[in-house]
């Protein structure tokens, strides 16, 4: 029936009884074809996965019962985080031989953050099909953390120097720390951060996010014994004879 819109075609009337009646040529028939619809059938390479690893979505352009005589024509698709009114688009891709596919990658400004994700994918229509929608659901696990932590040791007595953490992944809004004696058990962690001298590690807890695990990074540090200050005197305003025993003052400082 020729494609959508109106169409002309030629006719010609070949009688049954020939021996009474004349063919006929060129008869113009018109016919109008409405636009087929469609259906989208959209899939993905894997529909759960690791925050930050690459995904492929392949999308099926599938004419409907009542328009199978129609032939498909190359065109688009448009693939969209959540609803396309929000102008977050993460593909387009042709419509060859009715598939479509686009992959998409970290480095797409609008890749999913971890936890589900709606995909949205419009087909745009061609001369012989309208316009669909289709939409997948992805879930999208967090992926590890990565960070490090760096403490500066001290002298006893002094204020202790305070941890520096960093993350690319995870950032350092929400670290907490706790400490125990170096080689001890983990088990013997706590908050209370310690001031006497020795051998110590600190380690750093990183809070996850929304697309990282949280992680926990360790630093070594000393506190150094302090150096005392000793002042040592006589009594003072008492004279001292030859042969009397000396009364001495000593004053530790440190």
Request: hydrophobic letters at 35%; proline letters at 6%; aromatic letters at 8%.
């Amino acid at each position: 029936v020729g494609n959508a819109g109106s169409n002309t075609f030629k006719a010609t009337y070949t009688p049954a009884d020939t021996a009474n009646y004349q063919s006929v040529a060129d008869i113009e028939v018109r016919i109008t074809v409405s636009k087929g619809e469609s259906t989208l059938v959209v899939q993905a390479d894997k529909s759960a996965f690791t925050y930050g690893e690459a995904f492929t979505l392949t999308v099926n352009v599938d004419l409907k019962p009542q328009s199978r005589s129609l032939t498909r024509a190359a065109d688009t698709v448009d693939v969209y985080l959540g609803d396309p009114a929000d102008n977050r688009q993460l593909a387009a891709a042709p419509v060859e031989n009715g598939k479509a596919t686009a992959t998409i990658e970290k480095s797409n400004p609008h890749y999913p953050n971890g936890g589900s994700a709606d995909i949205t994918v419009v087909y745009n229509g061609s001369g012989s099909l309208n316009k669909s929608i289709g939409s997948l659901h992805l879930d999208i696990t967090p992926a590890p953390g990565s960070a490090k932590v760096s403490q500066e040791g001290w002298t006893y007595g002094q204020a202790g120097a305070s941890p520096v953490p960093v993350s690319e992944t995870n950032g350092t809004e929400n670290v907490t720390y706790d400490y125990k004696t170096k080689d001890a058990g983990d088990d013997t962690y706590a908050a209370k951060k310690p001031t006497n001298a020795g051998d110590y590690t600190l380690r750093a807890t990183f809070a996850a996010t929304q697309n990282f695990k949280a992680v926990t990074a360790t630093a070594d540090f000393a506190i150094e014994k302090a150096q005392p200050v000793m002042t040592i005197a006589p009594e003072a305003g008492k004279e001292i004879q030859v042969g009397e025993p000396v009364t001495l003052n000593i004053a530790l400082k440190g």
